[in-house]
């Protein structure tokens, strides 16, 4: 149970890191929408483990094929299947670890969950497995973009290093031309630098990324369980090594009085728009047609070049070394899953939104 | 859409602020459970406004039946129905904002979504739906408890006034002796008269509560999508008001090195355990055996006394003036609400978890 | 787990024969629909018992109460919430066999399967439960009268007396015109005399209800899993005694070649139709813009007032005597079930071929 | 929508007949559970185009390939992920009938609901998609059978042709024996030869598909919407071709009266049992430990060699001439489909009892 998301876009996800291969399955891709392959490699591309010196030097092709559900370019509104099959499977580099448990890791808990687990990489637990994501988030971004909704995501913060610009004052467009995709260049070589420096010795570090997604039409979002900001919390909680999710005003919004967090209303032409936007564009659970944003903290990651205490299946005492290639600081590559989770969200709820009307 | 929660333990629920009732279904009780009904009305006892000067003075009578599904004292394992029928339904007191948008409330939202709305106390958006969640909150407890587990919410902060003490550092059982449910007294005691010097405003302020879950076995969660706390994140930002969650580390995380962050196992007789908890109980998104906590962050309520600028329906701009009787700040009547998701959370990831083993 | 139907337009309903009511939410109707209450009470008076000499004497009051989704007499997209109160609730009448297992009833399995029962009048498995789904489906009607599809079922074989003409060559409008609910008056009586003969002899018999959806668009239906007729197979063999359900030509069809059963294309006006309709109106799980029709076979009652061989709970060999007010033969109160389930599966369908379009 | 099935054994189906190929996830298989890819193998030879002279000469491979969920010869509790090339995609042949609606077939209903199809074989709608659910269905029975439950389908009735004998007088251990797999050799000759002339009349014929499903205990299944009965009718009604479901006394039990219908309880050991089985092991939609049994009738297959009338996209009239090569009835092929379909519903149940109870 578990691997599949969403209702009326829904995906469903298998694969383990060093397994045969990885794929989701896309269920209610309206027909007729045509499919970009460029468009969903790039996507992978800006996932993909390799890219800089701040990120694992591990190889993965991420190479996918769609299987069916498209037919001369289109969809046709049967389910999108997709693999991606691992070429690199180097099983034995996780033979030191087959019956260890690695400190923060998912070894322990999966071990308690099924009994068994595929030890190589993480198996099922490994962050390898949101590629399949990012796949199906293409997808779900050529829908978003055929109704006039952009998702945009980019480092905001790594350990200490804050950005204290909102994203208004961001040229969002500059998120790509540096390899910790943060919109800021000051900002973001001092980023760099610093991740550099904890790779250097041997540590790792967290960091924030920030989410902005504009032209949602207002009325998106299912009172009273699955409002939108519910729905997008459980999405962005479910990425590996995620610990919190605000969005609007967030956890300083607690601080705020109501006469100063309250967003006015205010008619634009004919569009009822407000003169702030501390509700982060969703009010009761549903899109007021203001921009959304929203942040995503990542804790440090777990693997680190440094001897760790830990116990083996057995319960005996042992130290955990950290072996192999990865990276130091996740969120240059969580910003292509952040985007993807977010694109899932929202086409879901559009396709909800249409249903019930009379 | 969306007014129903959980797999294996579903809630459904049903009700409007002024509507004649309110209520839930719970399907999947396991059967065999006794049901205190004293325990349930005490329960919603802490959720009722009127109870103190720092909440509404408003009177909801919140007396609940229970329809279904308990025979001679005795789940059956049929459908729990459980109604809540409004007495105190004074509609006129609407009137004045039939029309406008209470800025920052679910009206515009609602008015967009579904071209119509009861405006009489926010409708389906106003909190008083949670009553309902707070009586199948209550049932699922006794589940919780019939298998060793405890859920433990508090308010750890209003305004700018934090609690610096860890969940662990304070005596929890204190929670309910001060109309804040702070444990620390003292604290109590400055966030009662900071509130009361917020209402005297007649302004509102935001608050965190926080929350402790002791005695998950380790198993429970579902990756990948359906992580334990990804569900219970959803879960909490599913209450009115709320505008962030983390758990274990949180936001705070992001600024530790790996180094520091992971949780080293160790054994204690023959359980597997953790020196630290930065993991907050959850490691790839299931439960490890150590405490669950997470914190949840509201916003200021956003009716406030004072004149707000808005618009009505027709687009023209209006003054919206707040009246009536409601809370300065919600976190303390949010104690029993975050209670009652996170006991629905894990009463629904329990029933999970003995399913899928052979 | 099992008590909600439906995607879109779904219900949820909850309680017992006995217990102090019953009841379901919708969730998912759309807003602005006009509720007609009593239209909802009407069809919930063909369902109840007491109706005629050859229904059961027993008297329920199906008084059903609106409590929440409906403001203005207008459907607010907001969960429709109805109670039922049970108001003659003899339990003394069920002392007898309290714990004996009657012969083809639920009690053992419900025994087995949750090791507690509410033995009064068979608890959650009574029949008692279809008034919830009544009470839904009158509101589905409305949402498909709104959209010009109107469905109607009748009674077409009592024991062996069956209808030998097709829902084509008889006038359905008299379905109502006499207590069976059979539209040919002569068949009617002979059936009517038959189900009273069977009644005296205090033993009952099994019937078809057949069934015409008209007004359906070409393309409601998701394959693979969730064809059309899968769905209404399941709905309408989730009624209680119901023990088959074919659709368009049926059982009969397996004895058809391809070149008879085949439904030649035409084209009338810009409309594409079939000459014949062996498919039922659905081709692949897809409706295909001719009349859907089905046939669902009863079994005769379980109550009978004849003494049976049976045992207790302690496994102890007993005599279970029939006692109370019972149903000869279910299929005239059926009528406004199988219409009610039918109705329901077609609003869900309908509101899911709105979403899935660019 | 609707290519998933199941709750906590859930499946999701991907795939066209023409496509690069097919595919399934299975969602919720226990960890530990021993894959025997044999078996599998086996069960999709069964489904296999081009096994005797009574089907479709038309060949496919369908061999499978495991991607995920098993280690080490064992499932890991993650999805297993399963895809089937395809290899013989021969497109050409489909030219003919690219804007064609061929009469029967759910080319018109799939372009009336999608705006747009893949012709080449049907596309999705072809019954090539069962081979993902044999797949799939395999590892259900592994499972079953784990668990003492075995499920065996077997051809009774073609055309005309009846078995008149009930599965207990018969041995069910000769159904592969033949390639109509009937278990009755001399009525397997018989309609191996009816079969095979209406094949050489260029036509089809239907026929039904027998199940019984031995060793399943009492206590599966979830009243009200969700009954064991009404699940299997849903699956079955999922099959292509099917037109309808009856199981114990089905179509027959209308006639009977309560005293000869109703299954009187005796003791034998501990056990509770039942003198008769008019119930097919299910009574208020609940397994009551008696053999489950079953009929599913299939409609002759549409594709005929013979011209039929119809319309293309345009709307004009046409003739469509049958090419290629298609089966003249598909019930030997279909009785491991629907023992692929009873066997998943078996498995879900199964694990869902497993949940509910303290």
Redesign the interface.
């Known amino acids: ?5 969403g ?2 876009f ?1 995906i ?5 890191s060093h ?5 989701v ?1 896309i ?2 891709c ?4 045509e499919i970009d392959e460029a468009f969903i490699r790039n996507e992978m591309q800006r996932r993909k483990p390799g890219q800089s010196k701040i990120t694992t030097q591990r190889k993965e092709e991420d190479e996918f ?5 498209v ?1 001369e370019g ?1 969809s ?6 997709m ?1 991606i ?1 691992n070429t690199d499977q180097k099983s034995k580099d996780y033979g030191h670890i087959a019956d260890k ?1 690695r ?4 070894d ?3 071990q ?7 030890y190589r990489g993480g ?3 490994s962050a390898r ?1 949101t590629s399949a994501r990012v796949a199906a988030g293409a997808i779900a971004k050529m829908l978003l973009k ?1 109704f006039g909704i952009s998702i945009q995501a980019y480092v905001s ?4 290093l804050k950005l204290d610009k909102s994203y208004q004052e961001l040229n969002l467009d500059q998120t790509e031309e540096n390899i910790i995709r943060c919109p800021d260049p000051e900002m973001a070589e001092k980023m760099i630098d610093f991740i550099d420096d ?1 790779r250097k010795s041997r ?6 990324v920030s989410c902005v997604i504009k032209g949602v039409p ?10 939108l ?3 997008l ?6 990425i ?1 090594a ?10 300083e ?15 634009e032409g ?1 569009k ?1 728009r ?2 702030t936007n ?3 564009g ?8 203001e921009d959304i944003y929203f ?1 995503v ?8 070049m ?1 001897d ?4 083996n299946e057995a ?3 042992v130290t955990v070394s950290g072996k192999g290639r990865h990276d130091p600081c996740v969120v240059p590559r969580a910003v292509p899953i952040v985007e993807a989770m977010g694109a899932l969200v929202l086409a879901d709820y559009l ?8």
């Open positions: 149970m578990g691997n599949s998301f209702k009326l829904k469903s996800t298998f694969g383990e397994g045969k291969g990885l794929g399955i269920d209610g309206p027909a007729g929408l094929q769609i299987l069916s559900g037919f289109k046709t509104g049967t389910p999108i299947g693999v099959m448990y400190p923060s890791h998912a322990f808990t999966y308690e969950k099924y009994g068994i687990r595929d198996g099922r637990s497995e055929h913060q790594v350990g200490d904890v540590d790792t570090v967290g960091g924030i207002a009325g998106l979002g299912e009172p009273v369980f699955d409002r900001n519910a729905e919390g459980k999405a962005m909680l479910s590996n995620v610990k919190g999710f605000e969005y609007g005003s967030g956890f919004g607690v601080k705020m009085r109501g006469s100063e967090h309250n967003d006015a209303f205010y008619t004919d009822v407000t003169r501390h509700s982060g969703i009010q009761g659970g549903i899109s007021n047609g942040n903290a990542f804790k440090p990651v777990a693997t680190i440094i760790q205490e830990s116990v319960g005996d005492s396709l909800i939104s249409r249903a019930n009307k009379l």
